[in-house]
């Protein structure tokens, strides 16, 4: 894994060139945590910014396979961007690291490898409840 911060991890995984492109990431090696669930976002519109969120518990890798888009993660005490463009990369969204996804270019596609199946009751998805969280007050 490598990463300019504590905040942005990204784990780069195997590509493989014959007459395609290929990539493959699997737990241990490169996910650290077992895959319990895959989506994927497809048509997403530039002016309309998507996230806005943090998990409780589920841990997530996402890839951008095609296309572009900036992420903006934020533990509560600092905020950084990192613009996802390359299949080869994931960047980690740890448990309560607040994300947006903003600037999806045409024809992006983003996918996400997850630790945990859907459960809405995971989501934080108030700023100000995920700031006391985050930071270790009580959330009313
Ligand atoms: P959400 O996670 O808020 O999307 P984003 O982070 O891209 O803004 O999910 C959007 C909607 O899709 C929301 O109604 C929940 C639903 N959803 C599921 O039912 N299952 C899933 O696995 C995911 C990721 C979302």
Redesign the pocket.
Known sequence: MRGKTNLIKIIKIPEIFDDCCLYFAQTKDHIPFSIK?V?Y?TK?VTKYP????AHYKNRQVLFCIQGNLEMVLDNGKRKEKIILNKPNEGLLIDRLIW?E?HGFKKDTILL?L?SA??D?KD?I?DYQKFLKIANGKKAS
């Open positions: 669930r989506y976002i997403a998507r996230g806005f969120h994300h996804m996400v997850s199946v859907f809405p989501y998805r």
